[in-house]
């Protein structure tokens, strides 16, 4: 039987260069938020390793990989739906001169059996104010080029990493053939951009689709000059922020309910009072 609600957990970590320590650290979170009673935990993005692009194609995961299956195992240890942040990981079938990983989001069933993966669609590149390149990530990644929404507990979910919320097309090609309920999407959001444009866009994604929105965020310095702005949270389908786990370290937990994308949808019904005939010319 669907249930009505569930309970969702995201999590903020600060990941490094330390694979070993960052794994510890993921996997503790995750068993902390189990145990607070969550049916769904979110990882953030890069969850494994933080480090320069140059080292990013050695350090990357092999296709299904040590991360694939410690995120499997964990997911039917706990017997929970677990959202894998998102990985480094080679192509399957990688060129002989490619140097470029995907970043990849798993999400794994309470059997520890893979229900989806996602690559990121959208490369980040940030500059300084005085043009120098702070964020380049297409020097050490390949874009993906497939929208993904699954269905789990009765929930349709689409997916997205980081720099994909800034996107409005990308939420509304997921939504184009049927209503999203949540949209979930793992981050390592600058505390640069993050302060300004973090929330804000979160909580329009929300309203723009009447659903929840479900991010997760790294948080603190993975390295100088690289700080991500934390602020873990869940957006309710009105725009009201839910839960947030502010810039600590730790998880956050709050309700997702049927009910109440239900009542928000009847109460102001914008999503069945779209014209795309017009939109489209």
Known sequence: M?????????ISMTTTRDRAANV????????????????????????????????????????????????????????VVLFGGSIAERPEKAKPD????????????????????????????????????????????????????????GFKTGLAICYDLRFHEFFATLAAKSKIDAFVLPSAFTQRTGMDHWEVLIRARAIEHQAYFIASNQTGEHAPGKVSYGHSMIVDPWGHKICDT???TGFALAPVSHDVIARYRNQLPAITDRRPEVYAR
């Open 2 to 10: 669907t249930p009505r609600q569930i309970s969702v957990a995201v």
């Open 246 to 248: 502010g810039d600590r």
């Open 98 to 153: 490619e140097r470029k990983v995907y970043n990849v989001t798993y999400v794994f069933g309470r059997a520890g059996e893979e229900l989806a993966c996602y690559r990121k669609v959208h490369l980040f590149n940030l500059k300084s104010p005085d043009g120098k390149p702070l964020y380049c990530e297409s020097e050490g990644y390949l874009s993906g080029d497939k929208p993904v929404v699954i269905e789990i507990d």
């Open 24 to 79: 510890e650290q993921a996997t503790r979170l995750v068993r902390d938020a189990a145990k607070a009673g969550a049916d769904w935990i979110v990882l953030p993005e890069m969850y494994v390793y933080q480090g320069p692009y140059d080292t990013l194609y050695e350090e990357a995961e092999p296709f299904h990989g040590p991360a694939w299956k410690m995120m499997s195992d964990l997911a039917r240890e706990l017997r």
